[in-house]
């Protein structure tokens, strides 16, 4: 599976705007980009995945690179709630349901 | 609609034991994965199974094993327990096995040895 590679850990203020960056340089064209975030004491939490166009949900948006190189999850407004262990995927478009999880992005959120 | 539910939450054995986990998946989903999570080695993939049959295994022991019933429930098995078998074991579930289809977790069963 090809690799992410994401910061360690990243800080915000409540009902700011965060940027959450993912590298995957070796990405293939059929690999999917996923992001899981984990809450404390809970199993991972599918947040929101895309191909190749930008993405919106409910939770957040997805920002892929045009060279697919990279991605950014946004959280438009943070709140405590967000904070959690945030984990970029690669999914190969048939290649079942194996997960390759890396050590995430801990984002910390300020009141 | 209900999410992935897994059976036992919390459970204490010693070393030597077997254990049996379950998951239920969410109504329709046909594929159901698992996971161990510990504070060294993170979330490692341990098996994934669809339409009753195993697809991908991850690189753990023969002491672990798990199957699929008709009704995608699934069940996870550790035989002769050890210390380093104390983790949280996530149990996921997902439509098919499509890159494009998102897993959905359950909340774990943290398995204490003693």
């Known amino acids: 599976d090809a690799k992410t590679t994401q910061p360690n850990s990243m800080e915000s203020n409540e009902e700011e705007p965060v940027h959450l960056p993912c590298n995957h340089s070796?990405?293939?064209?059929?690999?999917?980009i996923h992001w899981y975030r984990q809450l404390p004491s809970q199993g991972p939490e599918y947040v929101i995945h895309?191909?190749?166009s930008n993405v919106n949900n409910r939770m957040a948006s997805l920002a892929i690179a045009e060279d697919r190189k990279s991605s950014t999850l946004i959280l438009h407004r943070a709140t405590l709630r967000d904070a959690a262990v945030y984990y970029c995927?690669?999914?190969?478009?048939?290649?079942?349901?194996?997960?390759?999880f890396g050590g995430g992005t801990r984002l910390m959120v300020k009141p | 609609k209900a999410g992935v539910t897994q059976t036992p939450r919390y459970l204490i054995k010693t070393r030597g034991q077997q254990v049996t986990l379950s998951c239920s998946p969410i109504?329709?989903?046909?594929?159901v994965s698992w996971y161990q999570q510990t504070p060294g080695q993170g979330l490692q993939f341990l098996f994934e199974?669809?339409?009753?049959?195993?697809?991908n295994k991850g690189n753990f022991p023969g002491r672990f094993s798990g199957r699929q019933f008709s009704n995608s429930r699934s069940e996870m098995n550790v035989s002769t327990l050890e210390l380093g078998d104390s983790a949280l074991y996530l149990c996921?579930?997902?439509?098919?096995?499509?890159?494009?289809?998102?897993?959905?977790f359950g909340d774990g069963t943290r398995l204490s040895i003693l």
């Open positions: 070796t990405i293939s064209g059929t690999d999917y």
């Open positions: 199974y669809f339409s009753e049959t195993q697809r």
């Open positions: 995927i690669l999914r190969g478009g048939n290649a079942g349901n194996m997960l390759t």
């Open positions: 996921a579930s997902s439509l098919g096995v499509f890159g494009n289809q998102p897993q959905h």
């Open positions: 109504s329709g989903h046909r594929s």
């Open positions: 895309g191909l190749t």
